[in-house]
């Protein structure tokens, strides 16, 4: 786990540009964590999922613009909502578009919206509100260093089986070459508009796009506090991270 000082990251972050342009898909309704407002828009510990996750991305080294999916209905109150981190990372341009159907074109709309002049992109999940600075850098100097698109990956815990249509199960996995792929995911530019404008059908994530047209796709070792914030259960346990100290 790491410990995220966001007052200390801000002042570092402040007069410098930046290389790196991150996506923040946030237009979900969040189905699965049961009725209430969209999920960007929950509550944890008093602040969105979305302030939460947004402020960590400022705080990120490099960082110098980040564009925001919101939900049709929501783009004011999206936009209000980002205004005490705008006032807290004034070297970072926040903007927030209308987002899509599909998490697929919310990403694409807020692609669109990206300026030219920077040459990375990351995509990172609203709903993975806990991801560290320290993460989102990692996946941004693989991208620097090289590769043209990278992916957060922790090892798989579960033993996984296929199982029929009847439910019976008709063979393990062997677990030990899988890995579960986490936010945020980072991309040349022009390789992550490439992957979505030749994109044909829908895709979870944005490097299973750029993998159909042949980008090899590296790894970082991902964080658990990075956790996609998904069922009720997710939410307790992201208080808890927060209530033992780690912001
Ligand atoms: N997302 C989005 N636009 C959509 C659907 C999803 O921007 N049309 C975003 C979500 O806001 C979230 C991320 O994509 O930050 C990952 O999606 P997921 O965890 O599935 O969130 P929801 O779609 O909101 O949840 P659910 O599937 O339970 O409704
Ligand atoms: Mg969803």
Not at 1 to 12: C, G, I, N, Q
């Amino acid at each position: 786990m790491t410990h995220f000082d966001k007052d200390r990251d801000v002042t570092a972050q402040q007069g410098m540009c930046g290389d790196v342009a991150v996506l923040v898909p946030a237009a979900g309704a969040g189905t699965r964590l049961g009725p209430g407002a969209p999920k960007a828009l929950r509550l944890l510990c008093g602040e969105t999922l979305l302030v939460h996750a947004v402020r960590r991305v400022v705080a990120t080294f490099g960082v110098g613009c980040v564009v925001v999916s919101a939900p049709s209905t929501e783009v004011r109150a999206v936009d209000r909502l980002l205004e005490a981190v705008r006032a807290s990372a004034p070297a970072v341009g926040i903007s927030v578009v209308v987002g899509g159907t599909t998490r697929q074109a919310s990403v694409a709309a807020a692609l669109a919206a990206v300026p030219s002049r920077f040459p990375i992109v990351l995509v990172h999940d609203a709903a993975r509100a806990l991801a560290p600075p320290e993460l989102i850098e990692r996946v941004a100097d693989a991208v620097r260093n090289g590769s043209p698109a990278v992916i957060p990956v922790l090892p798989v815990i579960d033993t996984i089986t296929r199982v029929d249509d009847l439910g019976v199960a008709v063979g393990t996995v062997d677990r030990s070459s899988l890995r579960a792929v986490q936010t945020p995911q980072g991309f040349r530019r022009e390789i992550l508009v490439a992957a979505h404008e030749a994109a044909v059908d829908d895709h979870t994530d944005d490097a299973g796009l750029a993998e159909k047209i042949g980008v090899v796709v590296h790894t970082v070792p991902g964080d658990e506090v990075a956790l996609k914030i998904t069922r009720p259960l997710d939410l307790a346990l992201a208080e808890m991270i927060l209530a033992r100290g780690v912001r």
